[in-house]
């Protein structure tokens, strides 16, 4: 390198406009590149990875360095997983019954799994063992969004280096490894198992959209359907009201907006009995006002405007996390993440067998909870709809395990997931020494 490296200040507001142009500029790539399209590739992950290898090799070979002042993304990323806290009703909840309480303990122990194996292979490799909750629970289990928001927080808390650029590669492996698995895994279980499918008779895909896309109506007509209660597959009920024009947006970013302040507060109390995220106490408080507004009746928060605040919040927060990333920081990573990586794809193909197909009864509907939680267990909740879908397309739609994965994988899983991550993160990692664990 040489002696004096040209370095450039992007201030915050910069950083957010920015992120909007690598935004952009991976919608354009991916609207042109089918494969993208089909592995469902996140338009951040398209549009910000290059930009962020582009900006490492100039930091590499000593041509330029640039500095980000992040501080705006920690606003979007105190509204996204507000947001997330305004989805957990307990009214949709009762929708899934006890299957859905089942599926959500069921998914916790695999995140903690996740995070033990993890933990054990790095260990073994001589390297901190937050890195392999960080290539656990943190990226698989949590996502690009609980990536973005743990990274920065395992820097300054645990003192990992590179800690963001390690949880979001892993993500990004996680997402696309889920979408390459998740199909042929629900195909094998299907024909080893000569599982019965309800073929394309089963329900009518007016009341199922999601569930029914590209499967023929004129094939729908059945009697069977009829045995088959609204609420059990009806996914409107997640969208009780669906205004998203400027009121709409409006109201329910001033609900996000109470729940941030007042959340602020409430992580003050907290953390001075542990150590949280900043997010949490958002999360909490959000939830809450979500559920007086559901018993009581006063006011509606759920509904399209919602959705409109989260969308936005996580594309700005995730696109300027991984324009910021410093990949050059993987080098003498690379070699235990790929190993953790490889075998944490091994122990979700034995879970998803195990721990969601065998559970839960050997069915079409544990065929489809299990291709569906490697989707968003392994990626986003998305990645499992997308796999779910596509057997759907083949075999039949199951409507009850749409209802499950999409009620975990939006935001149940995101409360329970947080409280493992601190506390194996906390606890577990005290002494930075291997664990006396089998697996």
Not at 194 to 216: F, L, R, S
């Amino acid at each position: 390198m040489g002696a004096e490296v040209l370095t450039v200040k992007i201030s915050s507001v910069q950083a957010v406009a920015l992120a909007f142009v690598t935004y952009f500029i991976g919608l354009w790539i991916k609207n042109r590149v089918p494969v993208f399209q089909k592995l469902s590739l996140p338009t951040a992950v398209i549009g910000g990875l290059p930009f962020a290898f582009i900006l490492s090799g100039l930091r590499v070979y000593g041509i330029l360095q640039v500095d980000f002042d992040n501080t705006l993304s920690t606003v979007a990323l105190l509204v996204f997983f507000t947001t997330i806290g305004m989805m957990a009703s307990l009214k949709l909840i009762k929708y899934g019954g006890l299957a859905l309480i089942l599926y959500l303990i069921v998914s916790s122990i695999l995140g903690f799994v996740q995070n033990l194996l993890g933990m054990s292979i790095a260990g073994a490799m001589g390297i901190d063992f937050h890195y392999g909750i960080l290539a656990g629970a943190v990226s698989l289990m949590g996502g690009l969004g609980t990536s973005a928001a743990f990274g920065p927080y395992f820097e300054t808390t645990y003192g990992i280096p590179g800690a963001t650029t390690v949880a979001i590669t892993a993500a990004t492996f996680g997402m696309v490894v889920a979408l390459v698995l998740g199909g042929p895994f629900g195909e094998f279980l299907i024909k080893h198992y000569k599982i019965k499918t309800p073929g394309t008779q089963h329900i009518d895909p007016a009341t199922t959209p999601n569930a029914t896309k590209n499967i023929p109506a004129a094939d729908t007509d059945n009697p069977a359907a009829a045995q088959l209660e609204p609420h059990v597959f009806d996914m409107s009920i997640l969208e009780e009201e669906e205004t998203t024009d400027v009121n709409g947006v409006l109201k329910a970013a001033g609900f996000v907006f109470v729940a941030v302040g007042l959340g602020a507060v409430l992580s003050a109390y907290l953390n001075t009995i542990i150590t949280l995220p900043a997010y949490i106490g958002a999360m909490l408080v959000a939830a809450v006002i979500r559920n007086i507004g559901d018993f009581s009746g006063m006011y509606r928060v759920q509904g399209g405007g919602l959705n409109v605040v989260s969308e936005v919040a996580l594309t700005v927060y995730v696109t300027m996390a991984i324009n910021s990333l410093k990949l050059y920081e993987l080098i003498h990573l690379a070699l235990p993440l790929v190993v953790i990586l490889l075998a944490q794809t091994l122990l979700m193909i034995v879970f998803a067998w195990l721990g969601y197909f065998l559970l839960f009864g050997k069915n079409y509907d544990g065929v489809m909870l299990g291709v569906g939680g490697i989707g968003f267990a392994m990626g986003a909740t998305a990645n499992g709809l997308a796999n779910m879908q596509s057997l759907a397309e083949k075999y039949g739609p199951s409507p009850k395990a749409w209802l499950i994965v999409s009620l975990v994988g939006a935001f149940l899983i995101d409360f329970v997931n947080a409280i493992i991550i601190t506390w194996m993160g906390t606890w577990f990692c005290k002494q930075k020494r291997p664990l006396d664990v089998d697996l």
